[in-house]
């Protein structure tokens, strides 16, 4: 038996002659003199930020829908953009349960938003616990589904408050088996989850639905971006329900943004960050006496069962931290969602773990947009690890590998720019936005005194010299015989240096000569990676300036 939507759809749904916005679906209307929305024609609001905000947005913005389909891996036919799940939940429910005559089916201890739902469109709510694994209840589930008018099915893998991931296993079971009911899973934290999106699947299994969301790994709570991944039939029943124009302008820039190059490279160095503090924390509440559980995560919290949950809730909310308090359904636990290097540090000093602050690690991370170049940089100046860049221009990749590996530091840098009109704005802006992480890396340790290192690479010999003094400063002296190496043009060499001086805040001195232009630029970017190694070190506490700042 395959999906019979005509019969799962709400009647009046599928009856609803629905509205249609004055530009709907409309081509393109850039171009067009726009006379048919009754809006005022007057643009530039909020400082220039909003040039078009007169407008009406696109009920469902062409670049973010064509970006985010990309990244879930499916056609955008499959794809609706909400305000962030919860408004993809109440649509399903608005859109198929039939008020005092349909059922939903939820497995509690899990997202509250889904009870909630129903009961709003007045659907009975089924509720079918996990099993003592936190695993779902496959058989039972099934026979709930069975004796009533059960539309649709919630599950939350990664679960919260839970935190595992659901054997996907069981979940295409249930779909299997249940052709006639919607299995819904929400994957609001499948980021954080070595696990695959079950969306691969849905092409295969009609009565599939997948929900993502920006508000988690994305860091974008405040924006309000979520979607539905469906079969395209189950996305146009939804759009009848969706609100004209759910997607306002600055939103779909802002997710834009986030789901372009720059911002995929910055969420996944943020996801491995969460995910590497996750485990520290496991390793460290082990150590706590009052810690009877804690449950396997694979998302960016822990749930924790503790001796005397109300005990520790009032001495976190003494020192001014809250976390969520799950006693009154979970006996015991408490939710502890991660926070940054310091604030899981706070966390762990409330808790009573006398550990001597972690050395804070030196690290930084920065966005740099403009409409020219988008990119995202991060360094970590405490550890030494293979560089991750990609720029689109492998010779500058390389120079940059050259940086970091010879500089003793870890850095990711990702840029998206305009190579079709010239490599020139992406290395610029590359080194500006490189200086100016390392310089919020460094915050006040800079040190003041002047280093030096000279390389030979055969022939070449380039020295580089770098005092981190915060005022810039670039001396360049070399000359290169043809106009480009690898697709960099040998302009931007000195540039380059220029530019990162510039930013990072550094008096920076190159001196090359050679025969070779290859051999003369790898060497420049490998002894000022040296002469940074220097200077980056750490060397004690104190600030290495008599005027007690740099
Ligand atoms: C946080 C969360 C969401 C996100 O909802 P948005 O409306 O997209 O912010 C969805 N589902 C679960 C299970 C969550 O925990």
């Known amino acids: 038996m395959t999906l019979d939507l005509d019969k799962l759809v709400r009647p009046e749904i599928a009856a609803l002659e629905p509205y249609r916005s004055a530009r709907g679906e409309a081509p393109d209307p850039s171009g067009f003199l726009l006379l048919d929305a009754n809006e005022n024609p007057y643009p530039d609001r909020l400082q220039g930020k909003g040039d078009a905000l007169n407008r009406y947005p696109e009920p469902q913005p062409r670049r973010l829908k064509a970006r985010l389909a990309r990244f879930y891996g499916l056609a955008e036919e499959g794809l609706?953009?909400?305000?962030?799940?919860?408004?993809?939940?109440?649509?399903?429910?608005?859109?198929?349960?039939?008020?005092?005559?349909?059922?939903?089916?939820?497995?509690?201890?899990?997202?509250?938003?889904?009870?909630?739902?129903?009961?709003?469109?007045?659907?009975?709510?089924?509720?079918?616990?996990?099993?003592?694994?936190?695993?779902?209840?496959?058989?039972?589930?099934?026979?709930?589904?069975?004796?009533?008018?059960?539309?649709?099915?919630?599950?939350?893998?990664?679960?919260?408050?839970?935190?595992?991931?659901?054997?996907?296993?069981?979940?295409?079971?249930?779909?299997?088996?249940?052709?006639?009911?919607?299995?819904?899973?929400?994957?609001?934290?499948?980021?954080?989850?070595?696990?695959?999106?079950?969306?691969?699947?849905?092409?295969?299994?009609?009565?599939?639905?997948?929900?993502?969301?920006?508000?988690?790994?994305?860091?974008?709570?405040?924006?309000?971006?979520g979607s539905v991944l469906a079969g395209p039939e189950i996305i146009a029943i939804l759009r009848r329900v969706l609100a004209p124009y759910p997607v306002p302008t600055p939103v779909a820039d802002a997710a834009c943004e986030a789901v372009g190059p720059a911002g995929l490279a910055r969420m996944a160095y943020e996801v491995e960050q969460l995910s590497a503090a996750r485990d520290q924390m496991i390793g460290a509440l082990g150590g706590v006496a009052d810690v009877q559980k804690i449950f396997p995560s694979s998302a960016n919290f822990l749930l924790v069962r503790f001796a005397d949950s109300d005990a520790v809730c009032q001495r976190l909310k003494a020192?001014?931290?809250?976390?969520?308090?799950?006693?009154?359904?979970?006996?015991?636990?408490?939710?502890?969602?991660?926070?940054?290097?310091?604030?899981?540090?706070?966390?762990?000093?409330?808790?009573?773990?006398?550990?001597?602050?972690?050395?804070?690690?030196r690290r930084a991370k920065r966005t740099r947009t403009t409409n020219e170049t988008s990119i995202f940089a991060a360094v970590d100046l405490d550890r030494p690890a293979a560089a991750v860049v990609d720029t689109g221009i492998a010779f500058f990749d390389h120079m940059l590998e050259q940086l970091g590996k010879h500089g003793g530091f870890a850095l990711t840098l990702k840029a998206e720019g305009d190579l079709q009109v010239d490599p020139h704005h992406t290395i610029e802006d590359c080194a500006i936005l490189l200086g100016e992480t390392l310089r919020e890396a460094l915050g006040s340790k800079a040190g003041i005194a002047r280093y030096g290192f000279t390389v030979a690479m055969d022939e070449a010999r380039a020295q580089a010299i770098i005092d981190l003094s915060g005022r810039a400063y670039c001396r360049f002296e070399g000359q290169f015989d043809g106009p480009s190496v690898g697709g960099m043009p040998t302009e931007l060499v000195p540039h380059v240096f220029r530019s990162l001086a510039d930013s990072l805040g550094a008096a920076i001195h190159i001196r090359l000569d050679g025969d070779n232009d290859h051999h003369k630029v790898e060497a420049s970017f490998k002894a000022l990676g040296r002469a940074l190694r220097m200077a980056i070190r750490r060397d004690g506490g104190e600030i290495p300036s008599t005027k007690g700042q740099l």
């Open 80 to 225: 609706l953009i909400t305000r962030g799940s919860d408004e993809g939940i109440d649509l399903l429910l608005r859109a198929f349960c039939r008020p005092g005559e349909d059922a939903v089916i939820t497995c509690p201890p899990t997202f509250g938003i889904y009870a909630v739902a129903a009961q709003i469109q007045g659907a009975a709510l089924v509720e079918v616990p996990l099993d003592q694994d936190c695993q779902l209840d496959i058989a039972a589930i099934t026979a709930a589904a069975e004796k009533t008018s059960t539309k649709l099915i919630f599950i939350c893998s990664p679960n919260n408050p839970t935190g595992n991931d659901m054997e996907h296993t069981g979940i295409l079971r249930l779909a299997a088996d249940l052709p006639q009911t919607l299995i819904i899973v929400d994957e609001a934290y499948i980021e954080f989850s070595g696990s695959p999106s079950l969306a691969a699947r849905i092409a295969g299994q009609p009565n599939l639905v997948v929900l993502r969301t920006l508000s988690k790994a994305f860091g974008l709570a405040g924006v309000r971006c």
């Open 319 to 361: 020192r001014g931290i809250l976390v969520r308090d799950l006693s009154a359904k979970l006996p015991g636990c408490l939710r502890l969602s991660l926070g940054t290097a310091q604030e899981n540090e706070l966390l762990l000093q409330a808790l009573g773990i006398d550990s001597a602050p972690a050395v804070c690690s």
